[in-house]
């Protein structure tokens, strides 16, 4: 199984919402990311999970909020997002084994769309 | 500077045909690896290749092998036999021994070139 399961595919929410964006892998690895990814665009790094502690945080607005609750799962807390958060966002992940060639897998993101 | 500079945004190609897909970076770290994924309209990202700055022979995967030409710092990708499927967007990325921070080494992403092949 090399799979990264997203949920949702797609999801709409207003300014004042909260969601939660879901991601989950079962391959044992132990570094997990989020990234972010406008429209024709590479993918931005958001966070990076290890051992399910947070180890990098790139100066993202608190509106969002990582969680990783154990080794196969990891959140995207969303709230109060602006229309500009509008993107598709994608979770990887791969083993913490610091080998530069170390593949991540992607997840197929979630569309979202703040309206 | 960019690190990963992708010159070509879209590319074209004839279905069977072979094809290029240019990639450069820049980097003063004498340990770094560089990837290529594919990204269909779907959105995820596949890992498609790799090569370590210390390899002393070009990478391939099936269709896919890559062009490695270090002293021009240049990393390009050449898919044989094109089939339809292959349409996508394809991403250079780079990841440099500096670059290792929380427990992995953080990849640069170039811009990305759409390909489309025609049938």
């Known amino acids: 199984d090399t799979e990264v399961t997203q949920t949702p595919k797609h999801l709409v929410m207003g300014m004042t919402n909260k969601k939660s964006l879901k991601c989950e892998q079962h391959?044992?690895?132990?570094?997990m990311y989020w990234y972010k990814q406008k429209a024709k665009k590479p993918p931005e790094l958001m966070f990076v999970?290890?051992?399910?502690?947070?180890?990098i945080n790139e100066s993202v607005p608190s509106r969002f909020s990582p969680e990783c609750p154990n080794s196969s799962l990891l959140n995207l807390h969303l709230h109060a997002l602006q229309p500009e958060d509008s993107a598709l966002y994608l979770c990887?992940?791969?083993?913490?084994?610091?080998?530069?060639?170390?593949?991540?897998?992607f997840g197929q993101g979630t569309r979202l769309t703040v309206v | 500077a960019q690190k990963i500079t992708q010159t070509q945004p879209g590319m074209f190609v004839q279905e069977k045909e072979a094809v290029t897909l240019d990639c450069t970076y820049d980097?003063?770290?004498?340990?770094?690896?560089l990837f290529w994924y594919k990204q269909p309209s779907s959105g995820e990202m596949i890992f498609l290749i790799y090569?370590?700055?210390?390899?002393?022979q070009n990478a391939t995967e099936g269709r896919y092998s890559l062009n490695f030409q270090k002293a021009r710092k240049s990393a390009n990708l050449v898919i044989s036999a094109s089939q339809l499927g292959d349409s996508a967007m394809y991403f250079c990325?780079?990841?440099?021994?500096?670059?290792?921070?929380?427990?992995?080494?953080?990849?640069?992403f170039g811009r990305g070139t759409s390909l489309i092949v025609h049938p």
């Open positions: 090569q370590g700055s210390y390899d002393q």
């Open positions: 980097t003063s770290d004498p340990s770094y690896g």
């Open positions: 391959m044992g690895h132990r570094a």
């Open positions: 999970y290890s051992y399910e502690k947070l180890s």
């Open positions: 990887a992940s791969s083993q913490a084994t610091g080998n530069m060639n170390t593949e991540a897998f």
């Open positions: 990325a780079m990841r440099e021994g500096s670059s290792f921070s929380g427990g992995s080494y953080i990849p640069t």
